[in-house]
């Protein structure tokens, strides 16, 4: 009689993920940037010399600058990028940017949690995942439905790709959100979006929004495409 009641139990458990597997249709993707965006972070990107010391320490918006680039004669010296501060998040230099995070609670309250993608889509790598889970926990944002997607990368396409990807395999998406604080990404973001087709030919309505140095979101002609 045990046994038989162990297997009922497992065979209602498979049913019931089976169920929520199959209901699992999302509406809309918001995807918003960590540094500069949810927070005013306090990591240094570093200049190392090729014996190891710093030359120079950046902020992320600088290191962003095309004027601090490595030139090819530098890099074949041995000069490098030191990023390791950016695998964690200093909690006591970084500022909660409130003009994002609400809208970020917003998200996370409307409705149910199966209508709905959120994603913290960072130029970090997947090594800070904690990092940026133990900042949401001390501004208290719930964050056990947000994903958190580090793609180790400043490229504009790194996060065009994970964004086609999500699409591609959730085609039930109608509309996306994308915040960022560099204007190359929301750009791209854009530009990406508006051609973006899904299966049954619809196309995806959209919100980008440019994060400005005083945290506030600011949208350029043609960031964003709502229901007529």
Same mark, same amino acid.
């Given at each position: 009689?045990?046994?038989?009641?162990?297997?009922?139990?497992?065979?209602?458990?498979?049913?019931?993920?089976?169920?929520?597997?199959?209901?699992?249709?999302? /509406?809309?993707?918001?995807? *918003?940037?960590?540094?500069?965006?949810? =927070?005013? %972070? $306090?990591?240094?990107? @570093?200049?190392?010399?090729?014996?190891?010391?710093?030359?120079?320490?950046?902020?992320?918006?600088?290191?962003?600058?095309?004027?601090?680039?490595?030139?090819?004669?530098?890099?074949?010296?041995?000069?490098?990028?030191?990023?390791?501060?950016?695998?964690?998040?200093?909690?006591?230099?970084?500022?909660?940017?409130?003009?994002?995070?609400?809208?970020?609670?917003?998200?996370?309250?409307?409705?149910?949690?199966?209508? /709905?993608?959120?994603?913290? *889509?960072?130029?970090?790598?997947?090594? =800070?995942? %904690? $990092?940026?889970?133990? @900042?949401?926990?001390?501004?208290?944002?719930?964050?056990?439905?947000?994903?958190?997607?580090?793609?180790?990368?400043?490229?504009?396409?790194?996060?065009?790709?994970?964004?086609?990807?999500?699409?591609?395999?959730?085609?039930?998406?109608?509309?996306?959100?994308?915040?960022?604080?560099?204007?190359?990404?929301?750009?791209?973001?854009?530009?990406?979006?508006?051609?973006?087709?899904?299966?049954?030919?619809?196309?995806?309505?959209?919100?980008?929004?440019?994060?400005?140095?005083?945290?506030?979101?600011?949208?350029?002609?043609?960031?964003?495409?709502?229901?007529?």
């Amino acid at each position: 009689m045990d046994n038989f009641r162990k297997i009922l139990r497992e065979w209602s458990n498979f049913i019931e993920e089976a169920v929520d597997i199959d209901t699992y249709n999302p /509406r809309s993707l918001r995807v *918003l940037d960590f540094d500069h965006t949810v =927070a005013f %972070t $306090g990591e240094k990107v @570093y200049v190392m010399s090729p014996e190891g010391s710093v030359v120079k320490e950046l902020t992320s918006d600088e290191y962003s600058d095309p004027a601090n680039s490595l030139s090819r004669d530098e890099v074949i010296a041995g000069y490098y990028y030191d990023f390791s501060e950016f695998d964690d998040v200093d909690a006591d230099k970084a500022v909660e940017n409130i003009y994002v995070t609400d809208i970020l609670k917003n998200f996370i309250n409307a409705g149910s949690a199966s209508d /709905r993608i959120i994603l913290i *889509l960072t130029a970090r790598t997947q090594d =800070a995942e %904690t $990092g940026i889970r133990n @900042y949401l926990e001390t501004i208290g944002i719930e964050h056990s439905n947000i994903d958190i997607v580090g793609v180790g990368n400043s490229s504009p396409q790194k996060k065009v790709d994970e964004v086609s990807k999500i699409l591609d395999q959730n085609s039930s998406i109608e509309e996306v959100s994308f915040f960022d604080d560099s204007l190359s990404n929301t750009e791209e973001m854009m530009r990406f979006l508006s051609t973006y087709e899904r299966e049954d030919g619809i196309p995806i309505l959209f919100d980008v929004a440019n994060v400005n140095e005083e945290g506030k979101l600011v949208r350029m002609p043609g960031y964003r495409v709502r229901k007529k």
